[in-house]
């Protein structure tokens, strides 16, 4: 498959979302389906979805349209949910159990290694098959399993701290929960923010306008 040099980051957003609609298909025993069918599916334009498509190179034929197996082992490979990236955990509280306990890391491209927390009432506890550990002895471990994400799921208050240690054992990238902003301390750092009050705002927003409207 050819790729091209450079892919925007608008692109590789709408992926995810793509691979779920294909999965989908592929689970219900689909093989085949078209720009067309997959854009009144999904409500984008098909020529949106060809383009999306044509930045990784030729990924349908002519008259045959996409291969749905095929076309989700592509944008598993592109997306790099095909490897295993280890990762560990930080702060088990209410978040950090929910998101230990029922994300299927597997199947997004990484794999829990540990789960840490501060409070050392919580330390020995399962989450899963997941023994809650000290997060005293994150350096240790860090050493010996090399991890290379770490998930936030600590208060903003300890998120700098952690994520100057975190950093200096090695951890470049963080899925962040935290709200705390890393990349303005840290600019070489992979980060993937995720703030769930954005979202509510903007459905406050849709609700809004469709009320005015109304
Ligand atoms: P929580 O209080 O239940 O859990 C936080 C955990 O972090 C506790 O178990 C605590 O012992 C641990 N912790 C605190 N400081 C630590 C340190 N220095 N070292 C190691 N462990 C430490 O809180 P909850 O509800 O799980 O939320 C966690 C954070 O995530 C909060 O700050 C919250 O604002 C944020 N959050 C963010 C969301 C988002 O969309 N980004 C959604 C929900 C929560």
């Not at 949106?48 to 598993?76: K, V, W």
């Not at 470049?172 to 923010?193: A, C, G, L, Q, R």
Request: aromatic letters at 10%; proline letters at 3%.
């Amino acid at each position: 498959m050819q790729k091209k040099e450079h892919v925007s980051m608008s692109v590789i957003r709408r992926l995810p979302r793509y691979y779920r609609f294909l999965s989908e298909l592929n689970r219900n025993g689909e093989t085949r389906t078209s720009s067309k069918e997959l854009s009144e599916r999904m409500g984008l334009t098909a020529s949106q979805i060809r383009q999306d498509f044509n930045c990784f190179g030729e990924f349908g034929q002519q008259g045959y349209g996409y291969h749905i197996p095929q076309l989700c082992i592509e944008i598993e490979k592109i997306l790099g949910i095909d490897t295993k990236h280890p990762c560990i955990l930080i702060g088990a509280g209410n978040l950090g159990r929910t998101l230990a306990g029922h994300m299927d890391f597997h199947a997004l491209g990484f794999e829990l290694i540990g789960v840490f927390d501060g409070n050392e009432a919580l330390v020995g506890q399962n989450i899963r098959s997941h023994k809650i550990l000290n997060y005293r002895n994150i350096q240790d471990f860090i050493r010996a399993r090399q991890p290379e994400m770490a998930i936030l799921c600590i208060p903003r208050a300890a998120a700098d701290t952690i994520v100057r240690e975190l950093y200096s054992f090695g951890v470049k990238t963080y899925w962040n929960f935290s709200h705390y902003d890393i990349s303005m301390d840290y600019p070489d750092v992979v980060v993937e923010n995720v703030h769930l009050n954005d979202s509510m705002m903007i459905l406050s927003y849709k609700l809004s306008v469709t009320e005015t409207a109304e």
